[in-house]
């Protein structure tokens, strides 16, 4: 994987990215060519219809990214790919038409769209087929050996059988006289040179996935691998960097302090932040203010109550503020007390449905990321009720406060909805990989893929 601005991206996923601009690149010239012969016009020079080309190369990729091409599903399933690639290139259109409705300019004639579209959708799909095919395969996959035999070294072997993993467990090694959980693992006994074992195997990483590491490391055979220019990790990188997430099974305190994260060059970042909070929260604001006043009248006349809801939520360093939605629920819906939200709940109104389907009842909540109680990017602020029994049940939760809470995340994107103990703690590992790995680059990477959650209805109750 490679490392762009903290955040790991596949060499597979990066690859096939450089090939999509190029032939998007390749597609809108060629609508350019064919427009200019229909119409018996000269072509004219590249760089009189490169601003055009690029638009529509950017505008794509930018729509591939935010409904989900690039991935790890998309790059193992073709018929999953080939679905997203359709809406994405569908959406890039109406942008740019849209676009340059506004603008003026008549910068994307219809016909070369309509051609740039055709050939967008033939060149993405033989990409996928062929290209993507080939980097889907098992063979490309990293080749891994994992030393330990125990739970940890169990969850790495779940991890690697996934379908979308990007990596092979090729074997592994106990290094204890500890039972083993994985059974097939070979005693480090019965292996006398280790370094070439790993050579012989084709390995190109190593993974430490040891219960126990006090006076447990193997100190000369790893170094004799690393000299060997094979890579070796922890359990604990290694799940984050293929995951997304931090694996609250296998993380400690001293790795928290040590591993590379929680940066102090944030000044900078937290300005662009704020006035790109302030800026957004403005503008949708300004434009949804109609569609909110008629939802909060159709909340009204569904059941009685207010039309907006204020909860109490917990936010930055634990401060408590007040968040704002569009009531979704009875106004009973808690006369026992504070609940989870469930599937199919019953206290959920008609027009409740909808508006939480559609995401049209977060919308009210650009008025707290306007006064600074939210961002529109970070873990989802939970209720007071329900904090203090989560940080004790949790490792590491308080954490999560250590950045502002947001509408949309990286948890919100990465984890299907659900209210439980064990989903609190599937979301925690992804709030604490966004707390840890934080950029403008992955705030816009969470805004862009939060259409493909809308889209889809991912995580939606």
């Given at each position: 994987?490679i490392?762009?601005?903290k955040?790991?991206?596949?060499?597979a996923?990066l690859l096939?990215?450089?090939?999509?601009?190029?032939?998007?690149?390749?597609?809108?010239?060629?609508?350019?060519?064919l427009?200019?012969?229909h119409l018996?016009?000269?072509?004219?020079?590249?760089?009189?219809r490169?601003w055009?080309i690029?638009?529509f190369?950017a505008?794509?990729v930018t729509a591939m990214?935010?409904?989900?091409v690039y991935g790890?599903?998309?790059?193992?399933?073709?018929?999953y790919a080939?679905?997203?690639?359709?809406?994405?290139?569908s959406?890039?259109?109406?942008?740019?038409?849209?676009?340059?409705?506004l603008?003026g300019?008549?910068?994307?004639?219809?016909?070369?769209?309509?051609?740039?579209?055709?050939g967008?959708a033939g060149?993405?799909?033989?990409n996928r087929v062929?290209?993507?095919?080939?980097?889907g395969?098992s063979?490309?996959?990293?080749r891994?050996l994992?030393?330990?035999?125990?739970?940890?070294?169990?969850?790495?072997?779940?991890?690697?059988?996934?379908r979308e993993?990007?990596f092979?467990?090729v074997?592994?090694?106990?290094?204890?006289?500890?039972a083993r959980?994985v059974?097939?693992?070979?005693?480090?006994?019965?292996?006398?040179n280790l370094?070439?074992y790993?050579?012989?195997l084709?390995?190109?990483?190593v993974?430490?996935?040891?219960e126990?590491?006090?006076?447990?490391?193997?100190?000369?055979?790893?170094?004799?691998?690393k000299?060997?220019g094979?890579?070796?990790n922890?359990v604990?990188s290694?799940?984050?960097r293929e995951t997304?997430?931090v694996?609250?099974?296998?993380?400690?305190?001293?790795?928290?302090?040590f591993?590379d994260?929680?940066?102090?060059g944030?000044?900078?970042s937290?300005?662009t932040k704020?006035?790109f909070?302030?800026?957004?929260?403005?503008?949708?604001?300004?434009?949804t203010?109609?569609l909110?006043a008629?939802?909060?009248?159709l909340?009204?006349?569904d059941?009685?109550?207010?039309?907006?809801?204020r909860?109490s939520?917990v936010?930055?360093?634990?401060q408590?503020?007040?968040?704002i939605?569009l009531?979704?629920?009875?106004l009973?819906a808690?006369?026992d007390?504070a609940q989870?939200?469930?599937?199919?709940?019953?206290r959920?109104?008609?027009?409740g449905?909808?508006?939480?389907?559609?995401?049209?009842?977060?919308?009210?909540?650009a008025w707290n990321v306007?006064k600074?109680d939210?961002?529109?990017?970070?873990?989802?602020?939970?209720?007071?009720?329900?904090?203090a029994g989560l940080?004790?049940?949790?490792?590491f939760?308080?954490?999560?406060?250590?950045?502002?809470?947001g509408?949309?995340?990286?948890?919100?994107?990465?984890?299907?909805?659900?209210?439980?103990?064990?989903?609190?703690?599937?979301k925690l590992?992804?709030?604490?990989?966004?707390?840890?790995n934080?950029?403008?680059?992955?705030?816009?990477?969470?805004i862009l893929?939060?259409?493909?959650?809308i889209?889809w209805?991912?995580?939606?109750?």
């Amino acid at each position: 994987m490679i490392r762009l601005f903290k955040h790991y991206i596949p060499h597979a996923v990066l690859l096939l990215g450089l090939l999509d601009v190029a032939l998007l690149a390749l597609a809108g010239d060629l609508a350019w060519r064919l427009t200019a012969r229909h119409l018996g016009v000269d072509v004219g020079e590249m760089a009189a219809r490169a601003w055009p080309i690029a638009s529509f190369a950017a505008m794509i990729v930018t729509a591939m990214t935010a409904v989900g091409v690039y991935g790890a599903e998309c790059v193992r399933s073709l018929r999953y790919a080939l679905a997203r690639i359709l809406v994405a290139i569908s959406l890039g259109i109406i942008a740019l038409v849209v676009i340059d409705f506004l603008i003026g300019g008549h910068n994307f004639w219809r016909s070369t769209l309509l051609y740039s579209m055709i050939g967008a959708a033939g060149l993405l799909i033989a990409n996928r087929v062929v290209v993507g095919g080939i980097l889907g395969a098992s063979s490309f996959r990293r080749r891994v050996l994992v030393l330990g035999a125990g739970p940890r070294a169990e969850r790495l072997r779940a991890l690697g059988e996934s379908r979308e993993a990007g990596f092979a467990i090729v074997g592994f090694i106990g290094m204890d006289d500890r039972a083993r959980v994985v059974e097939e693992a070979i005693p480090r006994s019965a292996i006398h040179n280790l370094k070439r074992y790993v050579q012989n195997l084709g390995v190109s990483e190593v993974v430490l996935a040891l219960e126990e590491r006090r006076n447990a490391l193997p100190l000369k055979d790893l170094l004799r691998m690393k000299t060997a220019g094979v890579h070796i990790n922890d359990v604990s990188s290694f799940v984050e960097r293929e995951t997304g997430r931090v694996d609250l099974d296998s993380v400690n305190p001293s790795w928290l302090i040590f591993s590379d994260g929680f940066s102090s060059g944030r000044a900078l970042s937290s300005l662009t932040k704020r006035l790109f909070d302030v800026l957004a929260s403005l503008a949708l604001l300004a434009l949804t203010a109609p569609l909110i006043a008629v939802f909060a009248g159709l909340v009204k006349l569904d059941s009685r109550g207010p039309a907006f809801f204020r909860q109490s939520r917990v936010g930055l360093f634990g401060q408590g503020f007040e968040l704002i939605k569009l009531r979704s629920m009875r106004l009973d819906a808690e006369a026992d007390g504070a609940q989870w939200a469930r599937a199919r709940d019953p206290r959920v109104t008609r027009v409740g449905r909808v508006i939480r389907k559609l995401r049209i009842d977060e919308l009210p909540q650009a008025w707290n990321v306007l006064k600074g109680d939210m961002s529109f990017v970070g873990p989802r602020p939970e209720r007071p009720e329900f904090v203090a029994g989560l940080e004790d049940a949790l490792p590491f939760y308080a954490e999560r406060h250590m950045v502002k809470p947001g509408i949309t995340g990286w948890a919100q994107i990465n984890y299907p909805y659900g209210a439980s103990i064990e989903d609190a703690r599937h979301k925690l590992e992804y709030d604490l990989y966004y707390a840890k790995n934080y950029t403008p680059f992955l705030d816009i990477l969470i805004i862009l893929q939060t259409l493909r959650v809308i889209l889809w209805n991912d995580g939606a109750r």
